[in-house]
């Protein structure tokens, strides 16, 4: 048995401590007071030494397969990697002169808005990479591609094909494929790539788990899951090797010009592995200008990508809420989120009971929050954009709906379930202390604010980075705070996160992650 004491602690549960107990099977037995703990024989005490014990950090929106890639196999070509278009080639060419001809090679995590050229790249920069090898880079939103000539010849792209439902195959003045798909369009590329895998993905996956621990993050949600991401996930969790608790949200729609609809998955919940929820795109991503929204964006004139036809998306997800599975979709702008509210309105019609996700929330309109909230909507807002990609909303959002951009506090106030995230590997740093800053001070990294009003506390910004999770998930029984009869997934912080100054708090260390009452990472 592990006692924690000497310390501050925050259990989230509306309860003070000052000693919490954790017994040999990885659950709370007692959080409270020294007065009234019960006597405890063979213990062991781990003294806090003035540093502070949080519940583990539950990062409910985080593409571990996504992240555990670019980690392991994948070119990175995120800013602090390559910082402008001459080093990403350079690269994709490094990696080109190790592998045979023919070989794909992908990465990921370029941002043009971010980049000194102010552009995106295309077909014939990855060619100056490597003619021969086939190359796909992924934008840092994931919701586009830029490919090389040869990938685009191999996944039969030329200036005749048309764009599929709900994509864009971008193109130049002559009409001429410029390298660059958006949206659905992207499954034209990764289906002409060779499968991953599984034991390089269950790499990755592992990797990527390792990096979590180390920021405290014991519970996450991954929310992209193909048959086989779930094969892998279940390999990995009868083998005992999944040390961070997923949720794993299976897609049904995945991309591409053919309408294939993946089969609802067998449920499946254990201890360290959820699947009972399935997901939907309804629109693009907003940092790129491909999110559905009611005005134009700025600078590229469109009004962004809605994926569904409102029948579609409906008897989809009417299929997944009568077999019980609970339903996920992404929905940033307000076209896309009067579309899934109303979705979601029909089902909760139709048959009450189950408590739906949307993810991200990024531009509501008026009433949306009110009518998410009388249905049970949870919402899963991503606070750690307003930093990440502020440029990226002021160069693109309409200036008449930036003030709106993730109205956190309406959400609270409105009585959402709130549960913050990363999307990472959409951000380049997503530790958990960041993104409960930018809930704060809701500042991007130039510290230009984003509607200070809609800044949170750091109490609910904690409780949305923990319980929010679990509920989020449906596993806020045995997760999200230090409660007796709950796991023992924990965190001592180097500081008091709910007293430290926004500006500072990312630079609070994580000295110990627990999963279980097992020390999973040690500083």
């Not at 037995?29 to 539950?58: E, K």
């Not at 586009?144 to 010849?153: D, E, F, G, H, R």
């Not at 990797?207 to 621990?213: G, N, V």
């Not at 193909?226 to 049904?252: F, K, M, S």
Request: charged letters at 20%; a negative charge; glycine letters at 10%.
């Amino acid at each position: 048995m592990l006692l924690f004491y000497n310390g501050t602690i925050h259990t989230m549960d509306g309860k003070s401590a000052d000693v919490v107990v954790v017994d040999d099977r990885g659950l709370i037995v007692y959080a409270g007071d020294f007065a009234h703990m019960p006597t405890y024989t063979q213990i062991r005490r781990v003294d806090l030494d003035g540093r502070t014990l949080i519940p583990g950090f539950n990062d409910a929106h985080v593409h571990i397969w996504k992240l555990g890639l670019l980690l392991t196999i994948q070119v990175d070509a995120r800013g602090a990697a390559a910082p402008n278009i001459p080093a990403i080639i350079v690269g994709f060419a490094e990696r080109a002169a190790k592998l045979p001809p023919d070989t794909w090679i992908t990465g990921r995590g370029y941002n043009e808005a971010q980049l000194p050229e102010r552009r995106h790249l295309t077909r014939y920069d990855l060619d100056q990479a490597s003619p021969n090898h086939p190359m796909a880079l992924t934008r840092t939103c994931g919701h586009m591609i830029v490919a090389n000539s040869l990938a685009l010849k191999l996944a039969g792209i030329d200036r005749a094909t048309p764009n599929p439902p709900g994509g864009v195959i971008v193109r130049d003045e002559q009409g001429e494929p410029t390298g660059l798909v958006q949206e659905t369009a992207m499954g034209l590329i990764t289906r002409a790539m060779p499968d991953i895998e599984d034991e390089i993905m269950g790499r990755g996956i592992r990797e990527a788990m390792y990096h979590q621990l180390r920021l405290g993050i014991t519970s996450a949600t991954d929310p992209l899951l193909t048959p086989a991401h779930v094969r892998v996930y279940r390999q990995l969790e009868a083998a005992g090797d999944l040390p961070v608790r997923v949720n794993g949200l299976p897609i049904r729609r995945p991309d591409g010009v053919e309408k294939i609809t993946y089969p609802l998955p067998e449920k499946y919940v254990s201890d360290t592995l959820r699947i009972d929820c399935v997901k939907f795109f309804a629109d693009g991503g907003l940092s790129g200008a491909t999110a559905a929204i009611s005005t134009p964006y700025k600078e590229t004139g469109n009004q962004g990508v809605l994926r569904f036809e409102d029948e579609e998306l409906l008897d989809l997800a009417w299929e997944a809420h009568a077999a019980g599975f609970r339903i996920a979709t992404h929905a940033i702008g307000d076209v896309a989120l009067e579309q899934v509210i109303s979705v979601y309105e029909e089902l909760h019609r139709r048959k009450p009971g189950l408590r739906h996700r949307i993810e991200h929330v990024a531009l509501p309109a008026p009433g949306h929050l009110q009518r998410m909230q009388a249905i049970g909507t949870m919402a899963v807002p991503q606070s750690v954009f307003l930093y990440a990609l502020g440029a990226n909303y002021r160069r693109y959002i309409p200036d008449a709906l930036l003030p709106g951009v993730f109205p956190i506090r309406d959400m609270i106030d409105t009585g959402l379930p709130v549960a913050l995230s990363s999307d990472a590997p959409v951000v380049p740093d997503d530790n958990p202390l960041l993104g409960m800053k930018a809930a704060l001070d809701r500042c991007d990294a130039s510290g230009q604010p984003f509607t200070r009003e809609q800044g949170i506390s750091a109490y609910e910004a904690l409780y949305a980075y923990t319980m929010g999770g679990a509920i989020a998930s449906g596993d806020e029984a045995n997760r999200g705070s230090v409660t007796r009869g709950k796991w023992a997934d924990m965190v001592i912080l180097s500081g008091d996160p709910l007293i430290t100054p926004p500006a500072d708090l990312p630079n609070l260390v994580v000295e110990q992650t627990y999963v279980g009452g097992r020390l999973v990472y040690e500083r």
